[in-house]
Structures are given as structure tokens and as C-alpha cells.
């Protein structure tokens, strides 16, 4: 009971940040729905943080997918690293959930290009749309078996995984975010302000 109350907070959290996103253009911007359910409001809030993770991955230049900020841990990945991070979570997530299995893993050690994250991030993030899109009341509140401790399975409604992957895809934004204003460039999400 803790873990659906811990991520349905995330899930608003991560609602109220997706809020905080600039409108798109009149042209490009549909009226909201009369009546909105969760499955409706987790489509929404993956198409705005998806949106500004591929604008991420293709605004950096080149030369800055190796960067990270100085004087960290080793640990702390480049924004390359992050980028390639989030394409092997949302395969994993997102192939999990629709019961197939996930693309390979790109290598931790960032041997791509920016060019090869970047299709790499599209296309997880493009297996992720066909998540969601299929998402309804309904499916969100049945029960899957996920990984759990100890190579043991443990039941969780798919909404659990859709409002994490969302959570995740968030935190790691505000990553990207750090990076981008510490080169001295604006972040997607804050275009146009």
C-alpha cells in the first residue's frame, strides 16, 4: 500500500512538473479533454517529458555528450551517459509492460555517437508510445509480474511500472536540465520563456 501511495505521489509530482511546460504553439495545441482519466493524464505527462528528453538529446552539441559537471564522483554519468541510461530504462520498462522482450542494452561507456543516442533514445521512447497509447482504466489496474528481490516475482498493477517509468524520465530531465545550464544553454523546457 506505501509503494502505490509513494507512486501515485511521484505520478502527481510528476504531473505538476509537466504543467510547469511551456504551452506548445497555438497551431500545435489540441483543447483538453472535458473528463480525464489517470490512464488519460499518464498519456499526457508522457508526451510532455518525452518531448523535452528527444529535444535534449538532439539540442546538446556533440562535443558535450562527454560532458559532466566538475569536481563530481566519478560515478556521476556524462550527459551522453544519461541519455543512453534512458534509452536502456524506458526498453526495459516499456517492453516489460507490453510483454516482449527489450532491444539490446547500448554499452555504459558511451562508445555511440550523438546521432546513435539520439535514434536510440527516439526509438525506446517510440516503443513507450505504444505503452501508453494502449493504456485505459482498465489495463493500468491489472496485475503483472515484475522483478523483485532475490530473483523472486511480485504482482504490481501496470500503472505502477507506467507512473515510474514517468517518474524516472522526469528525474533524469532535471539532470539534463543542470548540464545544459552549466555549458550556459537553455533547456527545451524553458524555450521560448
Known sequence: MKKAACCLMVGLCAA????????????????????????????????????????????????D????????????????????HLANANNATCARLKGTT????????????????????????TLCDSVYDAATSTTINEMIKVPGPNDTQLER??????????????????NLVTYFRAKGLVPPSSEGR
Open 157 to 174: 498493477a501496470r500503472g505502477n511500472g507506467l507512473i515510474g517509468n514517468i517518474a524516472h524520465n522526469n528525474e533524469h530531465y532535471g
Open 16 to 63: 505538476a512538473a509537466a504543467a510547469q511546460q511551456p504551452a506548445p504553439p497555438a497551431s500545435q495545441q489540441t483543447p483538453p479533454p472535458a473528463s480525464l482519466d489517470i490512464a488519460g493524464s499518464l498519456k499526457i505527462q508522457h508526451a510532455n517529458i518525452r518531448r523535452n528528453l528527444v529535444a535534449s538529446a538532439e539540442k546538446m552539441p556533440d562535443a
Open 102 to 125: 527489450a532491444p539490446s542494452r547500448l554499452d555504459d561507456k558511451l562508445t555511440q555517437t550523438k546521432a546513435e543516442l539520439v535514434k536510440a533514445l527516439s526509438d525506446a521512447l
Open 65 to 84: 555528450f562527454h560532458f559532466k559537471p566538475q569536481g563530481v564522483v566519478p560515478e556521476v554519468r556524462t550527459f551522453g551517459q544519461i541519455i543512453a
